[in-house]
Nanobody, 122 residues
Framework: QLVETGGGLVQAGGSLRLSCTASGLDFGNTVMAWFRQFPGKEREFVAVRSWTGDDTLYAESVQGRFTSFRDIAKNTLNLQMNNLKPKGTAVYYC?????????????????WGQGTQVTVSS
Protein backbone atom coordinates (compact mmCIF):
# COMPACT_ATOMS: atom_id res chain seq x y z
CA GLN A 1 0.00 0.00 0.00
CA LEU A 2 1.18 3.50 -0.82
CA VAL A 3 -0.17 6.63 0.89
CA GLU A 4 0.76 10.05 -0.44
CA THR A 5 0.75 13.35 1.34
CA GLY A 6 2.00 16.84 0.70
CA GLY A 7 0.19 18.24 -2.30
CA GLY A 8 -1.32 21.70 -2.36
CA LEU A 9 -1.29 25.13 -3.90
CA VAL A 10 1.95 27.02 -4.44
CA GLN A 11 3.01 30.06 -6.43
CA ALA A 12 5.31 29.72 -9.40
CA GLY A 13 8.90 29.51 -8.23
CA GLY A 14 7.90 27.98 -4.92
CA SER A 15 8.55 24.55 -3.45
CA LEU A 16 6.56 21.55 -2.25
CA ARG A 17 7.54 18.19 -0.84
CA LEU A 18 5.47 15.11 -1.55
CA SER A 19 5.77 12.01 0.61
CA CYS A 20 4.81 8.43 -0.14
CA THR A 21 4.66 6.06 2.81
CA ALA A 22 4.85 2.41 1.83
CA SER A 23 3.79 -0.74 3.60
CA GLY A 24 3.64 -4.39 2.67
CA LEU A 25 6.46 -4.19 0.14
CA ASP A 26 9.60 -6.29 -0.15
CA PHE A 27 11.88 -3.29 0.23
CA GLY A 28 14.95 -5.31 -0.68
CA ASN A 29 13.53 -5.86 -4.18
CA THR A 30 11.45 -2.79 -4.97
CA VAL A 31 11.61 0.10 -7.38
CA MET A 32 9.57 3.20 -6.62
CA ALA A 33 8.62 5.93 -9.03
CA TRP A 34 6.77 9.21 -9.29
CA PHE A 35 4.39 10.01 -12.12
CA ARG A 36 2.06 12.90 -12.78
CA GLN A 37 -1.12 13.18 -14.76
CA PHE A 38 -2.37 16.28 -16.52
CA PRO A 39 -6.10 16.60 -17.24
CA GLY A 40 -7.06 14.41 -20.16
CA LYS A 41 -3.56 12.97 -20.51
CA GLU A 42 -1.79 9.72 -19.70
CA ARG A 43 0.41 9.47 -16.63
CA GLU A 44 3.84 10.98 -17.27
CA PHE A 45 7.10 9.80 -15.77
CA VAL A 46 8.76 12.11 -13.23
CA ALA A 47 11.41 10.13 -11.31
CA VAL A 48 12.35 6.56 -10.39
CA ARG A 49 14.78 4.88 -8.03
CA SER A 50 15.51 1.54 -6.47
CA TRP A 51 14.62 1.45 -2.78
CA THR A 52 18.02 -0.02 -1.91
CA GLY A 53 20.20 1.79 -4.44
CA ASP A 54 21.19 5.38 -5.03
CA ASP A 55 20.68 5.58 -8.80
CA THR A 56 17.79 7.85 -9.69
CA LEU A 57 16.40 8.79 -13.09
CA TYR A 58 14.51 12.03 -13.67
CA ALA A 59 12.40 13.28 -16.53
CA GLU A 60 14.20 15.97 -18.47
CA SER A 61 11.45 18.44 -17.63
CA VAL A 62 12.19 18.21 -13.89
CA GLN A 63 15.94 17.50 -13.90
CA GLY A 64 17.74 19.87 -11.57
CA ARG A 65 14.55 21.03 -9.85
CA PHE A 66 13.11 17.83 -8.37
CA THR A 67 14.86 15.41 -6.00
CA SER A 68 13.59 11.98 -4.96
CA PHE A 69 15.02 10.65 -1.70
CA ARG A 70 14.23 8.02 0.91
CA ASP A 71 13.56 8.08 4.62
CA ILE A 72 14.34 4.44 5.32
CA ALA A 73 13.30 4.58 8.97
CA LYS A 74 9.82 5.75 7.94
CA ASN A 75 9.52 3.61 4.78
CA THR A 76 8.87 6.86 2.95
CA LEU A 77 9.86 8.09 -0.48
CA ASN A 78 9.91 11.87 -0.83
CA LEU A 79 9.82 14.15 -3.85
CA GLN A 80 11.23 17.59 -3.21
CA MET A 81 9.99 19.94 -5.92
CA ASN A 82 11.69 23.31 -6.26
CA ASN A 83 11.17 26.19 -8.68
CA LEU A 84 7.73 24.90 -9.58
CA LYS A 85 6.14 26.09 -12.80
CA PRO A 86 2.44 26.50 -13.65
CA LYS A 87 2.74 23.75 -16.27
CA GLY A 88 3.60 21.42 -13.41
CA THR A 89 -0.02 21.55 -12.19
CA ALA A 90 -1.13 17.91 -12.13
CA VAL A 91 -2.07 15.01 -9.92
CA TYR A 92 1.11 13.37 -8.70
CA TYR A 93 1.27 9.64 -7.99
CA CYS A 94 3.84 7.38 -6.41
CA UNK A 95 4.10 3.80 -7.57
CA UNK A 96 6.05 0.63 -6.90
CA UNK A 97 7.01 -2.64 -8.53
CA UNK A 98 9.19 -5.60 -7.71
CA UNK A 99 12.67 -5.82 -9.18
CA UNK A 100 15.62 -3.52 -9.77
CA UNK A 101 15.06 -2.14 -13.27
CA UNK A 102 14.26 1.56 -13.37
CA UNK A 103 11.25 1.49 -15.67
CA UNK A 104 9.83 4.83 -16.75
CA UNK A 105 6.53 3.61 -18.21
CA UNK A 106 3.45 3.69 -16.00
CA UNK A 107 2.29 0.39 -17.46
CA UNK A 108 5.20 -1.35 -15.70
CA UNK A 109 3.91 -0.48 -12.23
CA UNK A 110 1.20 -2.37 -10.40
CA UNK A 111 1.04 -0.61 -7.04
CA TRP A 112 -0.17 2.98 -6.91
CA GLY A 113 -0.90 5.64 -4.36
CA GLN A 114 -4.14 7.56 -4.36
CA GLY A 115 -2.58 10.63 -5.99
CA THR A 116 -2.20 14.14 -4.65
CA GLN A 117 -3.06 17.39 -6.40
CA VAL A 118 -0.31 19.93 -7.00
CA THR A 119 -1.45 23.31 -8.27
CA VAL A 120 1.07 25.96 -9.28
CA SER A 121 -0.34 29.45 -9.75
CA SER A 122 1.26 32.02 -12.01
Amino acid sequence: QLVETGGGLVQAGGSLRLSCTASGLDFGNTVMAWFRQFPGKEREFVAVRSWTGDDTLYAESVQGRFTSFRDIAKNTLNLQMNNLKPKGTAVYYCSARRGTSLFTSASEYGVWGQGTQVTVSS
